[in-house]
Every structure is written in C-alpha cells, then in structure tokens.
C-alpha cells in the first residue's frame, strides 16, 4: 500500500505562487512517474505535470507550461509543484497520483486511468 499526502493548496491573488507539495509513504520502491491533477469546478479532470522518479521524464500541459514546474526528492518521496504566474483558470482542486511499473512507459502516462494512488486533494484558488 501506499499513502500520499498533499499540502500546499490555498487562495492567491492572479500573478501569485502557490508550491504543493506530495509526500509519498509505504511501498514505493518500483515506483514508475508522480503527476499532477487537477479537477476545475464544472470541468473533468486533467493532468497538469508529471514526472518519472528517475527524473529523466517530465509532461507538462501546453497550459501551465513556463508556469508551472514539477520536482522530486526522491530521498523524502516527495514530489514538488511549484507553481508561478497563477491565474483565476488555475483554480482547481489538485491531487498528486502515484503510478507503479517495471518498464518504460512511452509516452509519458497521462490517463488518470494509468495511476493507482492518489492523494487527498487540497483546494487552489486564484482570485482575479
């Protein structure tokens, strides 16, 4: 089993910065990419950014791209969103997912589908 526990998410001003943060317990070795999601009010879920624990990967939605960054410390199991720039579409409620796999997985996972754990959520909102 395996645990995830976000922290990070609030209310920001547009042009503001928010970092969220994915901590990672349990079994984690095997572990394949962490993303992140987020589901706007009214709207499905999305993936934001994503990255292999190797680190050699990395996805990033055409919409957050040269905004958003994602990072891992794989000493802490912890994986990063550090968010700049924000804006009121931003607003969304943010989960971190964990996904397990023995090989390559090309193109990097994008499917909500792909991912076996997820965190708790925690609540963005930018304000205009």
């Known amino acids: 089993q395996v645990q995830l526990v976000e922290s990070g998410g609030g209310l920001v001003q547009a042009g503001g910065s928010l970092r969220l943060s994915c901590a990672a317990s349990?079994?984690?070795?095997?572990?394949?990419?962490m993303a992140w999601f987020r589901h706007p009010p009214g709207k499905e879920r999305e993936v934001v950014i994503g990255i292999t624990w190797s680190g050699g990967s990395t996805h990033y939605a055409d919409s957050v791209k040269g905004r958003f960054t994602i990072s891992r410390d794989n000493a802490k199991n912890t994986v990063y969103l550090q968010m700049n720039s924000l804006k009121p579409e931003d607003t969304a409620v943010y989960s971190c997912?964990?996904?397990?796999?023995?090989?390559?997985?090309?193109?990097?996972?994008?499917?909500?589908?792909?991912?076996?754990?997820w965190g708790q959520g925690t609540q963005v909102t930018v304000s205009s």
């Open positions: 997912a964990l996904g397990f796999s023995r090989y390559p997985v090309v193109p990097f996972p994008t499917n909500d589908r792909w991912y076996g754990y």
């Open positions: 349990g079994r984690t070795n095997s572990v394949y990419a």
